[in-house]
């Protein structure tokens, strides 16, 4: 598996912010429900850990909130890690309009 990371900064509070990341995968689910299956989550405190499976590749990864900031760490199989560069602008396109004020 491959590594991507992101670096988002905000200026939401830490509760606005946490309440848009989770609520993130609830959307998911619900309007790619016929792609996206398999969706795990788990929060611990400002730490999350995610995992789901897209057109047959699982993905998974990790959320850590800090003040002012998000950090997204994720993983993508070899076999789509050609993809790597387009999947963080994606991820950072929609986050940064995920946590736009």
């Known amino acids: 598996m491959r590594s991507i ?21 609830t959307k998911l689910k619900h309007d790619h429900k016929d792609k996206v299956s398999n969706i ?4 611990h405190a400002r730490h999350g850990k995610f995992s ?4 047959g590749f699982d993905l998974s990864g990790s959320v850590d909130l800090h003040p002012g900031s998000i950090e997204i760490h994720g993983k993508v199989p070899l076999a789509i890690s050609i993809f790597r560069g387009k ?14 004020e």
Do not use: Y
Not at 52 to 55: G, I, N
Not at 87 to 100: G, H, R, W, Y
């Open 40 to 43: 795990n989550e788990e929060w």
């Open 87 to 100: 999947i963080k602008e994606v991820i950072k396109e929609k986050a940064n309009e995920l946590l736009a």
């Open 52 to 55: 789901f499976t897209v057109l």
């Open 5 to 25: 990371q992101v670096t988002l900064h905000h200026k939401l509070s830490e509760h606005e912010a946490m309440s848009r990341i989770k609520h993130l995968l």
